[in-house]
C-alpha cells in the first residue's frame, strides 16, 4: 500500500490496485465574518486525523467564531478523531466561540457520539438548520 498526497495538505488517499480511497478531507465556508461551516468526509481515524489536525485546529479555533463541523460524510470514528473534536471545542470555548456537531442521518457517528457522551459535551444536531441556530445562539 502506498501513500499519496494530491495537492492540498489537508487529503490524504490510500492507492491500492489502481484504486484510491480517500482517507479524510476537510472543506470549510465562512457564511459571515463570526459563522464558519466545516465539513470532513472520510475515515476520522488515526490517518484521517493527522492529515486534517492542523486545517482542522486552525479553522476551529478562531477567536469569537460560531462553529458547525458537519460529520455527515464520516464513514469512520475513532477516539482520535473524538479527542480532535474535543480538543477543538475546548479551544473555540477559550476563545469566546461555540462549536456543534451536525451528524445529518449518519447513524453510525451520531451512535459513536452517543455511547461516549460527546454528545453531552458538544451540541449533536440531525437538522442542519438547528445546528446553525444552535451555534449562533
Same mark, same amino acid.
Given at each position: 500500500?502506498?501513500?499519496?498526497?494530491?495537492?492540498?495538505?489537508? =487529503?490524504? !488517499? !490510500?492507492?491500492?490496485n489502481?484504486? $484510491?480511497?480517500?482517507?479524510?478531507?476537510?472543506?470549510?465556508?465562512?457564511?459571515?465574518d463570526?459563522?464558519r461551516?466545516?465539513?470532513? *468526509? @472520510? =475515515? +476520522?481515524?488515526?490517518?484521517?486525523?493527522? %492529515?486534517?489536525?492542523?486545517?482542522?485546529?486552525? +479553522?476551529?479555533?478562531?477567536? *469569537? =467564531?460560531?462553529?458547525?463541523?458537519? +460529520?455527515?460524510?464520516?464513514?469512520? +470514528?475513532?477516539?482520535?478523531? $473524538?479527542?480532535?473534536?474535543?480538543?477543538?471545542?475546548? %479551544?473555540? #470555548? #477559550? =476563545?469566546? @466561540?461555540? /462549536?456543534?456537531?451536525?451528524?445529518?442521518?449518519n447513524?453510525?457517528? *451520531?451512535?459513536?457520539?452517543?455511547?461516549? @457522551?460527546?454528545?453531552?459535551?458538544?451540541? /449533536? !444536531?440531525?437538522?442542519?438548520?438547528?445546528?446553525? #441556530?444552535?451555534?449562533?445562539?
Amino acid at each position: 500500500m502506498e501513500r499519496g498526497y494530491p495537492a492540498g495538505p489537508a =487529503r490524504l !488517499f !490510500f492507492f491500492t490496485n489502481c484504486e $484510491i480511497e480517500l482517507i479524510m478531507a476537510i472543506e470549510f465556508e465562512d457564511v459571515s465574518d463570526t459563522f464558519r461551516r466545516i465539513k470532513l *468526509s @472520510g =475515515r +476520522l481515524d488515526i490517518a484521517g486525523t493527522e %492529515a486534517i489536525s492542523i486545517k482542522f485546529t486552525n +479553522l476551529a479555533a478562531s477567536a *469569537s =467564531r460560531r462553529v458547525v463541523v458537519d +460529520l455527515t460524510d464520516v464513514s469512520f +470514528l475513532a477516539s482520535i478523531g $473524538i479527542r480532535e473534536l474535543i480538543s477543538g471545542a475546548k %479551544a473555540l #470555548q #477559550q =476563545r469566546g @466561540g461555540r /462549536m456543534v456537531l451536525f451528524v445529518g442521518d449518519n447513524a453510525g457517528v *451520531s451512535k459513536t457520539l452517543e455511547v461516549t @457522551g460527546v454528545d453531552t459535551l458538544i451540541p /449533536m !444536531f440531525s437538522s442542519l438548520s438547528e445546528a446553525d #441556530q444552535a451555534a449562533l445562539a
